[in-house]
C-alpha cells in the first residue's frame, strides 16, 4: 500500500471573520450554531419555545414506550471493534521501496506483519524536447512510513526484523504515536486518490490551537474529525493532528462543522 503528496511543506495564515472565546473563527466555512442568535452550539435561539412546547408531547410518548417496554425482547447489539492503530517510522538511510519489498518478500522473525502505508511525494517535471510535463514518484525525504499495529506489537516486530528503525514518537505526548484507524481510513484514501488536497505543515499541530478555534467535522469524508481552518495557498483548509504531525486537507469549504471547544 502506498501514498502520494502533491506538496511542499508550508506556513500558514489564518482569515478571520469573528471571534469565539477571544480566538479567530474562519471566514466562508459553515459553522453549526454560530451567530448572534445562538443561545449555545447547535441551539438556535427562537427555537427554543417551539422545543419546550414539544417536550409535553414528547415525554408522554416517551411514557407509551416506557409502558411497552415489557412486552418488547431487547436483542443486545454487538459492539464495533476498532481496528488496530497506526505507529510510524523514519527510513533514512534505506529507501521505502526497498523496506517494502523486504517487508513482503523476506522472511520475518514472529507471528506479527504489520500492514504498510508508505508516504510519497508527487512531482512534475518539464521534458526534455519541452513538450509536456513527466510526472514523477518518490518516497518523501525522511521516508515517512506507517505501520499498522499496538505499540508493543510494532516495537517487537522492528527489534526483531529492522533493529535499526525505532517508533517516532508524538512530539505532544512523547510517547510512540498511535494513531486510530478510524483517523488513518479517510487520510489514507485522501492520499491515493487526492493527493494534491494534503499538505504536510511545518509547524506542529499544537501550534494551530493559540488563535483559533478547535472545530469538529459534521459532514463527509472526515467526519468526526477535529482541526482549525485556516489558511493555506490562498485557501481555507483543515488542519488536522495525525500523529502529531499537522496536515491540511483543502475542499472543505462544502462541509458542516461545529465548535468542538
Known sequence: MKMTQDCSLLSSTADVNDVYNNKRLPKGIHIVGTGESVSKVGEIAGFEDAASAEKPEKE???????????????????????????????????????????????????????????????????????????????????????????????????????PQYYLVNNCSTKKPASIPDSVMQPFMAVMQNEPERLTFMREPFERFAKDHVRLRVLTGLFKGQEGYVVRVKRDRQLVMNIGGFAVAVNNVHNEDFEIAE
Open 60 to 162: 408522554n410518548a416517551a411514557r407509551s414506550e416506557d409502558e411497552c417496554a415489557d412486552d418488547k425482547i431487547e436483542i443486545p447489539s454487538t459492539p464495533k471493534t476498532e481496528a488496530a492503530p497506526w505507529g510510524y517510522i523514519f527510513i533514512q538511510h534505506m529507501s521505502a521501496a526497498v523496506f517494502e519489498k523486504n517487508l513482503e518478500n523476506r522472511k520475518l522473525l514472529g507471528d506479527f506483519k504489520p500492514k504498510c502505508f508508505v508516504h510519497r511525494t508527487v512531482r512534475y517535471k518539464d521534458k526534455p524536447d519541452g513538450k509536456g510535463v513527466v510526472k514523477t514518484e518518490r518516497p518523501t525525504v525522511n521516508g515517512l512510513v506507517f505501520l499498522q499495529g499496538a505499540t508493543n506489537q510494532l516495537r517487537t516486530f522492528l527489534k526483531l526484523n529492522f
